[in-house]
Antibody
Framework: QVQLQESGPGLVKPSQTLSLTCTVSGGSISSGSYYWNWMRQPAGKGLEWIGRIYTSGSTNYNPSLKSRVTISVDTSKNQFSLKLSSVTAADTAVYYC??????????WGQGTTVTVSS | DIQMTQSPSSLSASVGDRVTITCQASQDITNYLNWYQQRPGKPPKLLIYDASNLETGVPSRFSGSGSGTDFTFTISSLQPEDIATYYCQHYDNLPLTFGGGTKVEIK
C-alpha cells in the first residue's frame, strides 16, 4: 500500500527557508486523482493545513501562509516538496504530508519535527 | 475561513462508557466533515468521512452524525486503545480547517 515519508532538516535558522520533502512509496504520485497535502502541528496544539498539490501540478495554499509557501512535485522521484520562507519561531512544529482522496486524508507520513532557532 | 469548534476539549471516561464529542461549524458545510483519531506521537488517522461514513477497517463502535453546522462523533463503548485526541475537519471549501481537538482519557 502507499506510504509517505517526510524528510528534511530538523533545525532551521530564523529568516531562512524551511524545505521538506515527502517521498511516496508503494504507488506512483502521478496515478489516480489525488491531492498531496502538507499540514503542521505545533507541540501540544492542533492541526493546520498548509496547502496541497494535485497530480496535474496545480496548487492551493492556506491564505494565512500563502505569501511564504511553495509546494512542488517531482514525478521522476515520486516526491512532493514544501518550501516555507522567512521562518520564525512560530513555524516550529511537526510537519506532516498526507494524501487526499475524494473524501479525506487517508494516508499520512509519520511527521518530521522542525525547530526554528538560531 | 470556516471555524470548527469542538467540545469538550478533554474528557475522562471509563472503559465501556459511551463517549460523545461535538463539532460546530461557523457556517453550513452540508456533510463535508471528517473525524480523525490521533494517538500520542502518531499521525492522525481518518475514522469517519462525509459526517457519518466509516472508513474501511475502522471498528463499528465509532460513528458520526450531523449535517449543516452541527456534528457529533460517538464511541459506543470506550476501549483502552481509544485513548487519543480526536479532531473534526471540514472540506466544504478552502482552506481546510480542523477543530481544536478533544483529548479522551480513561478514568
Amino acid at each position: 500500500q502507499v506510504q509517505l515519508q517526510e524528510s528534511g532538516p530538523g533545525l532551521v535558522k530564523p529568516s531562512q527557508t524551511l524545505s521538506l520533502t515527502c517521498t511516496v512509496s508503494g504507488g506512483s504520485i502521478s496515478s489516480g486523482s489525488y491531492y498531496w497535502n502538507w499540514m503542521r502541528q505545533p507541540a501540544g496544539k492542533g492541526l493546520e493545513w498548509i496547502g496541497r498539490i494535485y497530480t496535474s501540478g496545480s496548487t492551493n495554499y492556506n491564505p494565512s501562509l500563502k505569501s511564504r509557501v511553495t509546494i512542488s512535485v517531482d514525478t521522476s522521484k515520486n516526491q512532493f516538496s514544501l518550501k516555507l520562507s522567512s521562518v520564525t519561531a512560530a513555524d516550529t512544529a511537526v510537519y506532516y504530508c498526507a494524501r487526499w482522496v475524494y473524501h479525506g486524508m487517508d494516508v499520512w507520513g509519520q511527521g518530521t519535527t522542525v525547530t526554528v532557532s538560531s | 475561513d470556516i471555524q470548527m469548534t469542538q467540545s469538550p476539549s478533554s474528557l475522562s471516561a471509563s472503559v465501556g462508557d459511551r463517549v460523545t464529542i461535538t463539532c460546530q461549524a461557523s457556517q453550513d458545510i452540508t456533510n463535508y466533515l471528517n473525524w480523525y483519531q490521533q494517538r500520542p506521537g502518531k499521525p492522525p488517522k481518518l475514522l469517519i468521512y462525509d459526517a457519518s461514513n466509516l472508513e474501511t477497517g475502522v471498528p463499528s463502535r465509532f460513528s458520526g452524525s450531523g449535517s449543516g453546522t452541527d456534528f457529533t462523533f460517538t464511541i459506543s463503548s470506550l476501549q483502552p486503545e481509544d485513548i487519543a485526541t480526536y479532531y473534526c475537519q471540514h472540506y466544504d471549501n478552502l482552506p481546510l480547517t480542523f477543530g481544536g481537538g478533544t483529548k479522551v482519557e480513561i478514568k
